[in-house]
Structure formats: C-alpha cells, structure tokens
C-alpha cells in the first residue's frame, strides 16, 4: 500500500538507533519529518543530516519529531549518528519494508550500471497520522529549510 497525500499513513513498524520503536501508532499525536536518504556516511546524505541536526532544535519547537530512514544497519546508522552527533534517531529499514511503501525505490544508474536505489524524499506526517506533504527526488541545499517552513505553517493551522 501507497502513501497518498491527505490519507493516512498505511501501518508500519520499525526499528531506530537507541531501541527506539517507531510505528503509525507510537508517534500518533506528534508531527513527524521521514527524511529517506541513500547511504550513511556519503557526501550528499552526511550535508543533509548535518542540516536536519543543525535545524534539529527549531524542529523540536514546531512540535515536530525528525527520522533519518536508510536501508543501512543498526552498526552503520550507530557510527554516522556518533560521527555526526546526530540528535535524532535513524531507522534502519535493511528489508526495504518502509522504502517500498513510501514508494522511495527507483532505478538508478550507478557508474554505467542499473541499480537499485533509495531517491532522497522527505514525508511530513500530522498529528492525525495524515500524511501533510513530500518532497521526492529533491535536492539537498535549502531543503531543511523548506520542511521546516511546512512544519510551521502545519502547527500555525492546528
């Protein structure tokens, strides 16, 4: 099942960094940034999540909760989060659970080769458990920004 802009978020479940158990039901009540990326520790996903950790405060004032999701494993999401003193958890999606029901999978080309990858996406999703908007196939610079301007204008509706 696809998620669709003003629905609700299908259920899922996951599994962050610090034990930390992320569902549709344990954040209900809370505003909630997705951000899907690539790969730990690679120049583009590394500037993105030190933009999200820079803006992570004004996030948290806007009364919204911030998740990196990667198909990277608990050991790697553990190192880039220490690496980049990462306030936020990361969750480590290695069965694609969660890319493929965001619908953030695509083909990719990779040094002349078709690859699966991840297309960096973000996912603001309400207190309600609607999903309020996304960003597919975005560029990093400004985009923080942008999410963070949602986020507000969200909380300034509620």
């Known amino acids: ?29 809370q505003t909630i940034v997705l951000y899907f990326y690539p790969k730990d520790n690679t120049p583009g996903c590394t500037t993105e999540a030190m933009q999200f950790r820079d803006k992570y405060k004004d996030f948290v004032k806007a009364g919204a909760q911030v998740f990196g999701v990667s198909r990277d494993n608990m050991k790697s999401h553990d190192d880039f989060k220490t690496k980049l ?53 975005l560029k990093v610079p400004g985009h923080v920004e942008d999410v963070l301007k949602a986020v507000k204008a969200l909380k300034k509706a509620a």
């Open 1 to 29: 099942m696809a998620v669709v802009v003003n629905k609700p978020i299908p259920e899922f479940e996951a599994l962050a960094t610090g034990g930390v158990k992320v569902s549709s039901q344990t954040h209900l009540g």
């Open 85 to 137: 003193e990462l306030p936020f958890e990361l969750i480590a999606d290695t069965e694609e659970k969660m890319c493929h029901m965001f619908g953030v999978v695509k083909n990719k080309i990779m040094y002349g080769k078709k690859v699966k990858g991840i297309e960096r996406s973000t996912f603001l999703i309400g207190a309600d458990g609607v999903l309020k908007e996304e960003w597919r196939g």
